[in-house]
């Protein structure tokens, strides 16, 4: 069964850091590329970034610059989100999603998600 | 960044009815488009991709259309177990999504 879980729900204060693990089983990790979402609170979701597992190329949203840090292990079939400095209003759902269907400018459809990871930043 | 709008906020209809929701991108993306659903503390589901795609294993009532800057997702009759939140997503340029669209039992 192809899948995609997520580590659990964080609790983080201000200015802290906070690191979502993605593991993939049922297909070959390297062969997709995994993209990572997020969702605030009755806001739309939002793509953060992305990292091609086979090469461990990565991309960022300009929004998560410098904050962001996504990463791989291809031997535990496992990508990694993590997020520095945080703010309150990164208190978000942070998915993980694989893409099959590049437009090969960044942009993926999206056909295997995690169940998501809630993140909460409050003092 | 491509803007994306998506209408109506909020649909109500009984089962067996039809449905349909639109997308408008701000610019141009050909094809690259997407539907998902998705129900209150669930992951996305994917519906439709290329705009007219069907993802395999979702029903037949589901169907895309459009290309360029307009697009539209439509069940074709309602049933139970489509009331939830759609949303589309445009994949031509990084990704953006629409603002989602409520189905809820008139």
């Known amino acids: 069964q192809v899948q995609l879980v997520q580590s659990g729900a964080e609790v983080k204060k201000p200015g802290a850091s906070v690191k979502v693990s993605c593991k993939a089983s049922?297909?070959?990790?390297?062969?997709?590329?995994i993209h990572w979402v997020w969702q605030a609170p009755g806001q739309r979701l939002e793509w953060i970034g992305w990292?091609?597992?086979?090469?461990?190329?990565?991309k960022y949203s300009q929004k998560f610059q410098g904050r962001l840090t996504i990463t791989r292990d291809t031997s535990a079939s496992t990508a990694y989100m993590q997020l520095s400095s945080l703010r309150y209003e990164d208190t978000a759902v942070f998915f993980c999603?694989?893409?099959?269907?590049?437009?090969?400018?960044?942009?993926?459809?999206?056909?295997?998600w995690g169940q998501g990871t809630v993140v909460t930043v409050s003092s | 960044d491509i803007q994306m709008t998506q209408s109506p906020s909020t649909l109500s209809a009984s089962v067996g009815d039809r449905v349909t929701i639109t997308c408008r991108t701000s610019?141009?993306?050909?094809?690259?488009l997407a539907w998902y659903q998705q129900r209150p503390g669930k992951a996305p589901k994917l519906l439709i991709y290329?705009?007219?795609t069907l993802e395999s294993g979702v029903p037949s009532r589901f169907s895309g259309s459009g290309s360029g800057t307009e697009f539209t997702l439509t069940i074709s009759s309602l049933q139970p177990d489509d009331f939830a939140t759609y949303f589309c997503?445009?994949?031509?340029?990084?990704?953006?999504f629409g603002q989602g669209t409520k189905v809820e039992i008139k």
């Open positions: 999603t694989r893409g099959f269907d590049s437009s090969g400018y960044y942009g993926d459809a999206f056909d295997i």
């Open positions: 049922g297909y070959t990790f390297t062969n997709y590329p």
């Open positions: 990292i091609i597992p086979d090469n461990g190329n990565t």
């Open positions: 610019h141009s993306i050909s094809s690259w």
């Open positions: 290329k705009a007219s």
């Open positions: 997503q445009q994949y031509h340029s990084y990704s953006t």
